[in-house]
Every structure is written in structure tokens, then in C-alpha cells.
């Protein structure tokens, strides 16, 4: 399907073609979406318009559009132009200090997110309190994404927006799709044995344990500081700590043929799998299409039960 290059809000589409186009999308990973775009510039188009970090571009084929992007490193050589642009603007990067005090989720989250141009919004969250949060020389999206793993919700940069949403109820929603592994190339690992059953933030005088499985008598102490105004939000961040690391214990990646349908942040039912755990519900929280190779890689996991 004919694809949409729009650059510096041009649409450049009549004037250029890309060779290659891979876009990575995420959700809960921990990065922000990217993509990496290689053109023919034998009549040097590209060298006159001379494209250079902090530009913008957005890439549409196939009914998937990967919004604004944030070009980080464009690069001229050998009759190509190779543009790689990411959904967090260059400017994100900057380190910041700062205390908040008797503050509200979308209170420091538009604050921040005002400071790039983009919005800030919840999905499956309410607008919480907080009594003292600190960010301590960290990027503002590391600081949201901080906040982000203690509530059990995942980052998501697209567009312009930054959204923070409960992880919980994407993970058990319906299968968009049924996909076959059949013939498909996948390898995968599966740690579940090292789960913990619980979890426990001991925020200075204040204190929180969540447990998941109470026959599981491993107990996760993270190792960060954790600020809390009440044994209630300890308790609540025990709970998104246990998430975090314990939604990491399944992994699998597989490559099929191009499905640009999939995105981040949603389940498939697998089938066919060689491996009879991975047959079912599987949530997907990184998507990579290849374009010029007709290929989709999926990476998922099992969803968490009950937290």
C-alpha cells in the first residue's frame, strides 16, 4: 500500500520514496517508539533539505500511522538518506531536580509534559495524590516513567502525548486477533520459577506489603528509595514494585509475515506454538514492522493474574 511521508509538517510523499521502513512500538517497555527510514538520494533532494535533529517526521502505510516523530540522528552518505526519529523529542533527555509537595498525578504530569509541546493524559488511572515525590537528576519522562512502574501503569509516548495507563486491565482484555506460529521462527524463556509471592516498601515511617500468591513465600524488597505519604500508598507501590518485576519473567519473540495490523499494548490468541504454554493469550509490548522485508516481529508475555 502506497505510503504518507509527512516532513516538517510537508507532505513529501509525490517527491520521495522510502528504500527500507522499520517502526518499533512499545508499551511498558521502558522506550519510546522509533522508527528508521532509509532513502535513494542520488538527485540529492535530501541534501538540500538538509535535515538535521530536532526536525519532525511522521510515517504512514498500511492504515498505521507512527504520529510525530522526533528525527535524532539523519544521516547523508553514499547517495542515501537514513532518517532515525523517536516519539520523545530531543529535548526530553535534560536532566531535572526537583521536590513535589500535596501534588496531583496531572498536576506535575502536564507540567512536564507542557515543557515539550505534548499533553499528558491517564487511561485507567484517577488523578492521584501524592504527599512528597522527588525527582532527583533524572529526565522528566524517566521521573513519569518512575512513577509509572510504583502504580503498576505503562508509558506511552505517541503523537505528542504522553499517556500513562493501568497495565492491569490491558493485560486482560480480549485477544484482537488470532495468530498461528505455525512455520513462524520464535524462541522464548520462561522463569516463572523465580516469582516472587509478595512484595514491601519501607518508606520511612510508613510501611506497605502487597502479596499475589500467599504460598509463594518469596518476598521482593526493591532496592531504590521509594517515597511514601501513608502505609496505604506503600502498600499500593509494593503492588506495582511485585508487577514490575514479576511481568518480566516470560518473554518470546516471534517473527511471522508482515501484520500491520498489531500494535503495541494488546493481546493475540496464539496458536500452533511447539511450546504448549505460549498457546493462548499473550500480550504484546513491543511490535516491530519491517516494511521492506514484509515482516512483523512480536515480542510478548503472559499477562499477570490479579494485579
Not at 516538517?8 to 522508527?35: E, H, K, P, R, W
Not at 500511522?65 to 552518505?77: A, D, K, V
Not at 507542557?114 to 537528576?137: C, I, K, P, V
Not at 519473540?253 to 495490523?261: A, G
Amino acid at each position: 500500500m502506497a505510503e504518507k511521508i509527512i516532513y516538517n509538517n510537508t507532505n513529501i510523499s509525490t517527491a520521495t520514496t522510502s528504500m527500507a521502513a522499520t517502526y518499533d512500538m512499545f508499551v511498558g517497555a521502558q522506550q519510546a517508539d522509533n522508527i528508521v527510514l532509509t532513502f535513494e538520494d542520488s538527485d540529492s533532494r535530501w541534501k538540500k533539505w538538509a535535515p538535521k535533529s530536532g526536525d519532525t517526521i511522521e510515517y504512514q502505510r498500511d492504515g498505521v500511522s507512527t504520529g510525530i516523530m522526533h528525527i535524532y540522528e539523519p544521516q547523508l552518505l553514499n547517495g542515501l538518506c537514513i532518517i532515525r526519529a523517536c516519539s520523545m523529542p530531543q529535548d526530553a533527555k535534560v536532566k531535572h531536580s526537583k521536590s513535589w509537595q500535596q501534588v496531583h498525578l496531572l498536576q506535575f504530569g502536564n507540567e512536564i509534559a507542557a515543557r515539550f509541546g505534548m499533553t499528558f493524559e491517564l487511561l485507567g488511572l484517577s488523578d492521584l495524590y501524592y504527599e512528597h515525590m522527588r525527582q532527583e537528576n533524572e529526565t522528566d519522562i524517566g521521573f513519569l516513567q518512575k512513577i509509572a512502574s510504583l502504580e503498576g501503569a505503562a508509558l506511552i509516548l505517541f503523537n505528542n502525548r504522553i499517556i500513562m495507563a493501568q497495565e492491569k486491565p490491558l493485560e486482560a482484555s480480549d485477544a484482537i486477533l488470532q495468530v498461528s506460529a505455525a512455520g513462524s521462527y520464535i524462541e522464548s524463556s520462561d522463569k516463572r520459577g523465580l516469582a516472587y509471592g509478595s512484595a514491601e516498601v519501607r518508606a520511612g515511617v510508613y510501611y506497605g506489603k502487597y502479596t499475589a500468591d500467599a504460598s509463594n513465600k518469596r518476598n521482593f524488597l526493591p532496592e531504590q528509595s521509594i517515597m511514601a505519604g501513608s502505609n496505604a500508598e506503600a502498600a499500593r507501590f509494593a503492588a506495582g514494585q511485585l508487577r514490575q518485576i514479576n511481568k518480566q519473567l516470560t518473554d518470546a519473540k516471534m517473527q511471522t509475515s508482515l501484520m500491520p495490523e498489531l500494535t503495541a499494548g494488546v493481546n493475540i490468541e496464539l496458536t500452533g506454538s511447539d511450546v504448549p504454554f505460549w498457546n493462548g493469550k499473550n500480550y504484546l509490548y513491543h511490535v516491530r514492522h519491517e516494511y521492506h522485508k514484509q515482516q512483523t516481529t512480536l515480542f510478548m508475555r503472559k499477562p499477570l493474574e490479579g494485579y
